[in-house]
T-cell receptor, first 113, second 112 residues
Framework: DVKVTQSSRYLVKRTGEKVFLECVQD?????MFWYRQDPGLGLRLIYF???????EKGDIPEGYSVSREKKERFSLILESASTNQTSMYLC????????????FGNGTRLTVT | SQQGEEDPQALSIQEGENATMNCSYK?????LQWYRQNSGRGLVHLIL?????REKHSGRLRVTLDTSKKSSSLLITASRAADTASYFC????????????FGKGTRLSVIA
């Protein structure tokens, strides 16, 4: 069974801090995604990656960057955290071909104070 | 960009009743998927229906797709308290390797 692991369930950071959210998947999936989820707004795509060292902007990339140095790991970076980045962050992975359903981690609830 | 929109936003039913959730979308799709999210957890894939399919079943789940109306419905039969969760539709647009676009979800409460 596919496992997507996010390094932290809860995280509290201060405004201006650099924040790293880590995500690891164990099924050799090519595709990896970062979403944020906010009440009333649903899931919004921040960044995604179809291969190592590749990244593509999603719908709301401002204030974020990503890193994919290894196939199994996709990191989301908040260069300078702000209070409006307080949210639930969800990482997901999928295959590149065939049925591309997403496998999600359990999420990281980030609070920026 | 929001592609799918679920309806209703919230639904409350008694255990044993059927629950129906609807999803409308705007552009042509390759497939449509339904996901479930328990409170505070990640999403779990439930079922996928391709654009050339009209109906699909999986256990107590029944999904329909009407591409002419650009809409889908998810029916959960004989609901249980454990079905309480948020349900999201997600669309894969066109062909090729494109990200899914999620709706805002329907919050289902099943009362025992």
């Amino acid at each position: 069974d596919v496992k997507v692991t996010q390094s932290s369930r809860y995280l509290v950071k201060r405004t201006g801090e650099k924040v790293f959210l880590e995500c690891v998947q164990d099924m050799d999936h090519e595709n990896m995604f970062w979403y944020r989820q906010d009440p009333g707004l649903g899931l919004r795509l921040i960044y995604f990656s179809y291969d190592v060292k590749m990244k593509e902007k999603g719908d709301i990339p401002e204030g974020y960057s990503v890193s994919r140095e290894k196939k199994e790991r996709f990191s989301l970076i908040l260069e300078s955290a702000s209070t409006n980045q307080t949210s639930m962050y969800l990482c997901a992975s999928s295959t590149r071909t065939g049925i591309r359903s997403l496998h999600f981690g359990n999420g990281t609830r980030l609070t920026v104070t | 960009s929001q592609q799918g929109e679920e309806d209703p936003q919230a639904l409350s039913i008694q255990e044993g009743e059927n629950a129906t959730m609807n999803c409308s979308y705007k552009t042509s799709i390759n497939n449509l998927q339904w996901y479930r999210q328990n409170s505070g957890r990640g999403l779990v894939h439930l079922i996928l229906i391709r654009s050339n399919e009209r109906e699909k079943h999986s256990g107590r789940l029944r999904v329909t797709l009407d591409t002419s109306k650009k809409s889908s419905s998810l029916l959960i039969t004989a609901s249980r308290a454990a079905d309480t969760a948020s349900y999201f539709c997600a669309t894969e647009l066109g062909s090729g390797n494109t990200p899914l676009v999620f709706g805002k979800g329907t919050r289902l409460s099943v009362i025992a």
